[in-house]
């Protein structure tokens, strides 16, 4: 099973992690950063099971992350081999991604974070997982 995530808050990165160990022979791969994943997902493409992307990205520094729509943008281009949640709380951005991925032939579905915390990621974000890769 192999899942690769796009987020970069590392409360976020904990929880997506812990609620995953459950999950056996688990290859996870995360990024904080969508010019770096955009750099290297391709090696991890293929045999991949599910991707889910945030959108707002930040960094320390001067760095710019990109975001979730650039992204979904450069997936876009590919064939599509997995399904694809988007996680974030940007409302406008997160449907742009959305859209995006839809042309691009992607089974992509929008799943907002409900509430403050990770609390989301252990009550539905997961059952959301779970139903993708049935």
Do not use: Q
């Not at 904990?14 to 950063?33: G, Q």
């Not at 729509?69 to 399904?83: I, W």
């Not at 992607?106 to 997982?129: A, C, F, H, Q, S």
């Amino acid at each position: 099973m192999k899942i690769l995530i796009l987020e970069d808050y590392s409360g976020r990165i904990d929880a997506f992690r812990d609620v995953l160990k459950c999950i056996k022979n688990l290859e996870l791969h995360i990024w904080k950063e969508a010019h770096t994943m955009i750099a290297e997902v391709d090696e991890f493409l293929e045999g991949v099971d599910l991707i889910s992307l945030d959108h707002d990205l930040v960094t320390d520094g001067d760095i710019d992350p990109g975001d979730g729509l650039d992204f979904a943008l450069y997936l876009k281009t590919k064939e599509p081999v997995c399904p694809v949640i988007i996680h974030s709380t940007n409302v406008n951005r997160s449907w742009s991604m959305l859209n995006e991925l839809k042309d691009g032939g992607w089974d992509v579905e929008r799943y907002p974070p409900l509430g403050m915390g990770e609390t989301w990621i252990y009550k539905y974000w997961i059952n959301t997982v779970n139903e993708k890769l049935k």
